[in-house]
């Protein structure tokens, strides 16, 4: 060949620019409420998309669900300019995210952007958001008690490595500054804590008071207040369960915050609802159960045997109802419940747990059975003076007739000194069988 024509070819493919590549797009056909119909392209459940909106802006959308031809979404941020026939961008391939020492002491939101006004490093290893739970076979047994720094919980309720346990209560009883109390004094290396639907004010006021700096600072919180769409509530509690699994593998031992778990079925009850799976229990929708499962079995402790992820789901108990069905469904896959009622915060008693009606199903695998006899001689006392405390002031009980009831009159303040505790006051996991033997008047 001429080298003049080979120079030529040579030069026009330097030059040639390689046409666009063929994008398929859908359209937007229909909007109800927070339902978006979309036809015209093939979507498979849990993809993202962008849904093109008035001005040149974009809305970010998810697939939840489909019938024949039509797709379900529902969008992760407000919705605002949609219009008949916008164009739907599918997101191509699995959606992952950037875990690193990086988050530590950052408040962020479920697409892991800032909202602590400062900007968020590209640093980090990228993961998938989404995992499945580990053969339950192959798991790490609990073998190890971990210290959260609240008296009536270590001593009474001592928590294992790789537990997960619920904190059922109503509204306004101490559940944030419970929570707050854990974060700051606990023995874990990192937190993760994840504020789900709740008020926009309580997020701040639980980082500057009930977190504080110091607990912060080895802490990563996902926030996704109540007016935020469902599905972002969902993806929030997804991403703080990501988070915490991510460190879980690097060898370290996680404490995992969510509250609430009543909420994260509250947001799916919504989107069940909207695409027209029909409800069971009190209006919730057999699916919301199935994913409380699937969320819950994430936590707890994976296949190595360095690292552990416990875990705290706050329940939100409507009216106290301790038979509400989210309630009564955590209460049967959890690993223990420590129940918080209003009569002891109405009368002071901080933090205001119900030792008889919480318990640790793995207490009995993470302490000597000296520890752990007399937790359960304490808690019998502390049941049978439930049982004369209306009579007392009314004079109704008398003394001499049963030694086990004059003994549990006689130890109750010490009973109840040792339950409650200050906000800032720290009780070490070391000090709590003598803090069990000074209550009960024994000798160490």
């Given at each position: 060949?001429?080298?003049?024509?080979?120079?030529?070819?040579?030069?026009?493919?330097?030059?040639?620019?390689?046409?666009?590549?063929?994008r398929?797009?859908?359209?937007?056909?229909?909007?109800?409420g927070?339902?978006?119909?979309?036809?015209?392209?093939?979507?498979?459940?849990?993809q993202?998309?962008?849904?093109?909106?008035?001005?040149?802006?974009?809305?970010?959308?998810?697939?939840?669900?489909?019938?024949?031809?039509?797709?379900?979404l529902?969008?992760?941020?407000?919705?605002?300019?949609?219009?008949?026939?916008?164009?739907?961008?599918?997101?191509?391939?699995?959606?992952?995210?950037?875990?690193?020492?990086?988050?530590?002491?950052?408040?962020?939101?479920g697409?892991?952007?800032?909202?602590?006004?400062?900007?968020?490093?590209?640093?980090?290893?990228r993961?998938s958001?989404?995992?499945?739970?580990?053969?339950?076979?192959?798991?790490?047994?609990?073998?190890?008690?971990?210290?959260?720094?609240?008296?009536?919980?270590?001593?009474?309720?001592?928590?294992?490595?790789?537990?997960?346990?619920?904190?059922f209560?109503?509204?306004?009883?101490?559940?944030?500054?419970?929570?707050g109390?854990?974060?700051r004094?606990?023995?874990?290396?990192i937190?993760?804590?994840?504020?789900?639907?709740?008020?926009?004010?309580?997020?701040?006021?639980?980082?500057?008071?009930?977190?504080?700096?110091?607990?912060?600072?080895?802490?990563?919180?996902i926030?996704?207040p109540?007016?935020?769409?469902?599905?972002?509530?969902?993806?929030?509690a997804?991403?703080?369960h990501?988070?915490?699994?991510?460190?879980?593998?690097?060898?370290?031992?996680?404490?995992?915050?969510?509250?609430?778990?009543?909420r994260?079925?509250?947001a799916?009850?919504?989107?069940?609802?909207?695409?027209?799976?029909?409800?069971?229990?009190?209006?919730?929708?057999?699916?919301?159960?199935?994913?409380?499962?699937?969320?819950?079995?994430?936590?707890?402790?994976?296949?190595?045997?360095?690292?552990?992820?416990?875990?705290?789901?706050?329940?939100?108990?409507?009216?106290?109802?301790?038979?509400?069905?989210?309630?009564?469904?955590?209460?049967?896959?959890?690993?223990?419940?420590?129940?918080?009622?209003?009569?002891?915060?109405?009368?002071g008693?901080?933090?205001?747990?119900?030792?008889?009606?919480?318990?640790?199903?793995?207490?009995?695998?993470?302490?000597?059975a000296?520890?752990?006899?007399?937790?359960?001689?304490?808690?019998?006392?502390?049941?049978?003076?439930?049982?004369?405390?209306?009579?007392l002031?009314?004079?109704?009980?008398?003394?001499?007739?049963?030694?086990?009831?004059?003994?549990?009159?006689?130890?109750?303040?010490?009973?109840?000194?040792?339950?409650?505790?200050?906000?800032?006051?720290?009780?070490?996991l070391?000090?709590?069988?003598?803090?069990?033997?000074?209550?009960?008047?024994?000798?160490?």
């Amino acid at each position: 060949m001429d080298s003049r024509l080979q120079q030529a070819l040579s030069s026009a493919l330097d030059d040639f620019e390689p046409a666009p590549g063929f994008r398929h797009y859908g359209r937007l056909v229909r909007v109800t409420g927070l339902t978006l119909e979309v036809v015209g392209c093939q979507l498979v459940m849990g993809q993202r998309c962008r849904v093109d909106c008035a001005g040149g802006a974009t809305l970010l959308a998810e697939v939840v669900g489909f019938n024949r031809d039509v797709s379900y979404l529902m969008p992760l941020q407000p919705m605002s300019g949609l219009y008949a026939g916008a164009r739907v961008l599918p997101i191509p391939g699995e959606e992952t995210i950037r875990v690193g020492d990086h988050l530590l002491g950052r408040v962020l939101d479920g697409l892991l952007q800032p909202l602590d006004g400062r900007p968020l490093a590209e640093a980090g290893e990228r993961v998938s958001l989404m995992s499945s739970p580990p053969n339950p076979l192959l798991r790490t047994p609990v073998r190890e008690p971990l210290d959260v720094g609240v008296r009536a919980i270590n001593g009474l309720l001592t928590v294992g490595k790789g537990q997960r346990l619920g904190l059922f209560a109503g509204s306004g009883v101490g559940k944030s500054m419970l929570l707050g109390m854990m974060t700051r004094n606990t023995t874990a290396q990192i937190v993760v804590v994840g504020l789900i639907g709740e008020r926009g004010r309580e997020v701040r006021e639980f980082i500057e008071h009930s977190l504080g700096s110091e607990g912060l600072a080895r802490a990563v919180v996902i926030a996704a207040p109540a007016d935020q769409s469902p599905l972002m509530r969902l993806r929030a509690a997804q991403l703080c369960h990501r988070i915490a699994e991510y460190f879980r593998e690097q060898g370290q031992d996680v404490l995992l915050l969510m509250d609430s778990l009543t909420r994260y079925a509250q947001a799916q009850r919504e989107i069940a609802l909207a695409i027209g799976e029909p409800p069971a229990t009190r209006g919730y929708p057999p699916s919301v159960f199935s994913m409380l499962t699937q969320l819950v079995e994430r936590a707890g402790n994976g296949m190595a045997p360095n690292g552990s992820l416990s875990a705290f789901y706050t329940v939100l108990a409507e009216g106290d109802d301790q038979q509400d069905p989210v309630v009564d469904a955590a209460r049967a896959i959890l690993d223990g419940h420590i129940v918080l009622t209003r009569r002891l915060a109405e009368e002071g008693h901080y933090p205001a747990i119900d030792i008889g009606a919480s318990v640790s199903r793995v207490m009995p695998q993470v302490v000597p059975a000296e520890w752990q006899s007399l937790a359960v001689t304490l808690r019998q006392l502390w049941g049978r003076y439930q049982q004369v405390r209306e009579l007392l002031p009314l004079g109704g009980y008398q003394a001499g007739a049963d030694p086990q009831m004059d003994e549990a009159v006689q130890r109750y303040p010490a009973i109840a000194a040792l339950l409650q505790q200050g906000i800032h006051e720290v009780t070490p996991l070391a000090d709590a069988p003598a803090g069990l033997r000074q209550a009960l008047g024994r000798q160490g």
